[in-house]
């Protein structure tokens, strides 16, 4: 069992309302943080047995980890 992280949770919002969704989300024990309900896209925090437990709900196709990304400073010579 690991500590709360941030996951990206993807859905197929056209099969299924992705409001009923975030509340199963919620119902498991994942706090939603954002919904972007265009992309079919629920951000937010979670343990890593929750998350896999996320991933059975019906309407989940994805459960990822987030991550930062930086692209540096503008007028930077390394991209990386």
């Known amino acids: 069992m690991g500590g709360v992280k941030k996951w990206i949770v993807t859905t197929t919002a056209p ?5 009923e969704i975030v509340d199963e989300l919620t119902a498991a ?3 939603t943080d954002k919904i972007l309900e ?3 896209v629920v951000t937010g925090d979670a343990g890593d047995d929750t998350a896999q437990r996320l991933r059975t709900i019906p309407g989940v196709t994805d459960v990822s980890l987030d991550s930062s ?3 540096g400073p503008p007028d930077s010579s390394e991209t990386w």
Not at 15 to 19: A, E, F, G, L, Q
Request: charged fraction near 30%.
């Open 29 to 31: 024990g994942f706090t």
């Open 38 to 40: 265009e992309l079919g």
């Open 15 to 19: 099969d299924r309302p992705i409001s």
């Open 69 to 71: 990304v930086d692209i």
